[in-house]
């Protein structure tokens, strides 16, 4: 089984280096979709991320609906985080994930137009939203595909919990976690990934 686990919001102080220190233990690669101001305040986090071979997106600059804003603001909100990824980390993203799930068509095209392709999910299990080990553990392992982009956040304990368990049990399957740009041989500018069909934070 070859997944993808995604990770949005961070990086956060706490969790998102236990959950680094777990990952690393199976050798299980992630992308981070991070947030610009949150990257400002935790850059160094955000560079372990890529000198262990995780994979970082966008996730804008703040969490603001991208279908709320005009689209000069949603620009704005592209363009702050690119620089301050290319500022704190040498780094140019090559996915973003848009706050919430929400996009049309010309927000594909501004990502597209800064390389990047739109990155959504195959499955989400609510982990923002339960915040219980138990169930969002329970949601993976029951309902998880061979190839799924799986949609979770790295703000929380409970998740960190979840996912280590469910890596532990995946990997002792056989089973093998890879950024979605070598899961996907690359990632094309303007393309959509994953069907991004649930409710996301």
Known sequence: MRLALTFDDGPHTVTTPRLLDGLAAYNAKAMFFLLGESTELNPAIAMRMLAEGHAIGSHAYTHDDPLKLPPQAHEAQLDRASQAFARLLSHSPNAYRPPY???????????????????????????????????????????????????????????????LRFVADITEKSGVFLTPDAMFGGLAAGRVYGGGKEAAR
Not at 116 to 129: G, I, N, P, T
């Open 101 to 163: 799930g929400h996009y049309n068509a010309a927000i594909v095209s501004q990502a597209a137009a800064r390389g990047m392709a739109m990155m959504l999910w195959d499955l989400e299990v609510r982990d923002w939203d339960t915040r219980n080990a138990d169930y969002t553990y329970t949601q993976l392992i029951t309902r998880v595909k061979d190839g799924d982009i799986i949609l979770l956040h790295d703000v929380a304990d409970e998740t960190v919990d979840a996912v």
